[in-house]
């Protein structure tokens, strides 16, 4: 089992930045298996949708509304995924969650942490 904990949401003015931080824990084997880590958002009334993505080996994905403005890093070391956000819009709050992929042992999800982007 993984448990994933967020944090660095908050509230945000429009052109504004946020890093987010995702830490995993639990048994070193489960760690280990983790093949991929990323966040996605579920803004109110809408579905839950891909923010950025990356890989045991570095490639990384974006969706569309990150893409240019996101920047997704893992430290394997720290079990820790980071997800910076620049020039946010009021289009980018919603609750955003922690995912992580193994292929042996499923998928994992956090709590979420809310981002709002307001003046």
């Known amino acids: 089992q993984v448990q994933l904990v967020e944090s660095g949401g908050g509230v945000v003015q429009p052109g504004g ?3 987010l931080s995702c830490e995993g824990s639990g048994s070193i084997s489960s760690l280990v298996s ?9 803004a109110p009334g809408k579905q ?35 997800l910076q956000m620049n020039n946010l819009r009021p289009t980018d709050t919603a609750v955003y969650y922690c995912n992580a992929v193994s292929p042996t ?7 979420g942490t809310q981002v709002t982007v307001s003046l």
Request: a positive charge; glycine letters at 14%; proline letters at 0%.
């Open 48 to 82: 839950r949708e891909l923010v950025a993505q990356i890989f045991s080996g570095g490639i990384a994905n974006y969706g569309d509304s990150a893409k240019g403005r996101s920047a997704i890093s893992w430290d394997s070391g720290e079990n820790t995924v980071f």
């Open 34 to 42: 983790l093949s991929a880590m990323g966040w996605y958002r579920q």
């Open 105 to 111: 042992q499923g998928t994992y999800w956090g709590q």
């Open 17 to 19: 930045s946020l890093r």
